[in-house]
């Protein structure tokens, strides 16, 4: 299979540098996430009420009060979107493309648009019937993917909620991870295997469908990332499934209560 890389790092630090560097950027964040989600979930499996009824929100109210809930979503995701920035400073080209090592070269963006447009379908359809099949087993947890408030700029803060966790996520996982393990000698494959379990990992507090479900993203990811080099057509992809999470959350509860643990309210 022809495999197309982002340009090189504009570095090559040591091994034991590049180890280091990786821990510490993963402890800012998504590996973070994957240490609470195992805990999450031995806390979840371990507890007498059977994860079927369980649930978890992705989007919680932050404060009962309007304003202060404003600022905590707001200071949340800015703080959130720091290990980003954090991998751009480290992989930045002093010439263009700037941030190629991380597979943005600014070029085809309708192209690149267009084809993430595309995998929403091949993600979000199968990701919705994997949800389905574990609550009905009782393998899920029940997820809210909403917000518990209705304010005026709750769906700003949902899209907001949406890129963040688009930009968070590819960004270390595909262009950084890709990179760094790329530096370190790791064959394309298991470079394949070892982000998308991590992928899976920090979604573990869902259940272990959740898991099964983003392994699976995370390969198709990384298999169409190593074809293409490119990591645009893979953020818009990730905003638009999360976007539709995030703001339909409502209307699908309401059409099917049962699957989001709301039966009888």
Known sequence: MKIAVPLSPPDAPSRIRIGWEIAIVLALGLGQSAVYAIVQLIDSATRSTPIAQQSTS????????????????????????APVLLVCFLLWRPTRP??????????RIGRDTAWGTGLVLAIGVPGL????????????????????????WTIPVLLLSAARAALQEE????????ARLRQLGWSPWAIVLGTSVLRASYHLYQGLPGFVGNLAMGLLFGALFLRSGRLLPFLV??????????VGYPVVAALWPSLFGISGH
Request: charged share 10%; net charge negative; proline share 1%.
């Open 98 to 107: 700037h941030l190629g090592a991380l597979g943005l070269d600014g070029r």
């Open 171 to 178: 960004f270390i996982v595909l262009g950084y991870l890709f």
């Open 58 to 81: 992705l989007n919680p109210a932050l404060s009962s009060r309007e304003v202060f809930d404003l600022l905590y979503q707001l200071l949340g995701l800015a703080f959130a979107v």
């Open 129 to 152: 019937a994997l949800y389905v099949a574990g609550r009905a087993l009782g393998l899920s947890l029940a997820v809210d993917a909403g917000s518990a408030s209705a304010y005026w």
């Open 237 to 246: 992809a990730h905003f638009l499934i999360d976007a539709a999470a995030f």
